[in-house]
């Protein structure tokens, strides 16, 4: 069956433009997760969602970022005013369930300039 | 707050060579842990999930170790190949979310 999803794969966008980036999980995952990858670095969780439920989202960085999954399958991480920090790659797994193994989609490189 | 550290950060190894890669955990508790591999430019590839209750998985030459009392894994690769070559993170997780090393770097030459 088909893997996760991601658009774009590549995304330039000049400082203080905002940008969408779209994921669609595996078919009949519950769990939901985006996380962000520097240079070098290992992935940085952002947020999860459970369906429709955004249950935590202590891993965004600032209220610039917001993520929604409102039908419980297909969500988008959208950052408003993008700034150069916010260059990176990010990331959306999914999973059959809550604790169960995260399949990752591959990626979204979000250069700022 | 959940720090995983992963040694060597990198590591060359001639082809046929069997070999380790380390990764420790500050926090036991845990779900599970979660070996991945990275290809330059690439998405990340599972290969292996150990829940935690279990001590070991294996699949093909790849076999995973966890001591959740201690707070660490070993992933262990059987007779290394170039294609092998790639960035290989481990991951710790919890319900809501993975916590990630920062990898090591794998170069397997001929």
């Known amino acids: 069956g088909a893997g996760v999803s991601q658009s774009p794969r590549y995304k330039v966008a000049k400082r203080g433009q905002d940008v969408a980036l779209r994921c669609d999980p595996i078919?009949?995952?519950?769990?939901l997760f985006w996380y962000q990858q520097a240079l070098g670095q290992g992935p940085e969780f952002l947020t999860y969602?459970?369906?429709?439920?955004?249950?935590?989202k202590s891993g965004l960085p600032s209220d610039r970022f917001f993520a929604e999954r409102p039908e419980g399958s297909v969500s988008t991480l959208k950052i408003q005013r993008t700034q150069q920090e916010d260059s990176a790659v990010y990331l959306c797994?999914?999973?059959?369930?809550?604790?169960?193994?995260?399949?990752f989609g591959p990626g979204t490189r979000l250069t700022v300039t | 707050k959940q720090e995983v550290t992963q040694i060597p950060a990198a590591l060359s190894v001639p082809e046929g060579e069997n070999l380790v890669l380390n990764c420790s955990f500050t926090?036991?508790?845990?779900?599970?842990l979660q070996w991945f591999r990275q290809d330059p430019g690439k998405g990340l590839t599972s290969l292996l999930l150990?829940?935690?209750?279990?001590r070991e998985q294996t699949s093909g030459r790849l076999n995973a170790s966890l001591d959740k009392s201690s707070g660490r894994s070993t992933l262990y690769i059987a007779a290394s190949q170039p294609g092998d070559s790639a960035t290989y993170l481990c991951?710790?997780?919890?319900?809501?979310?993975?916590?990630f090393g920062t990898g090591t770097r794998l170069q397997v030459t001929l």
């Open positions: 991951a710790v997780g919890t319900a809501s979310k993975l916590t």
């Open positions: 969602f459970q369906n429709e439920a955004q249950l935590d």
């Open positions: 150990i829940q935690s209750s279990q």
């Open positions: 078919s009949g995952h519950v769990s």
């Open positions: 926090d036991s508790a845990i779900y599970n």
């Open positions: 797994a999914s999973s059959r369930d809550r604790g169960h193994e995260q399949y």
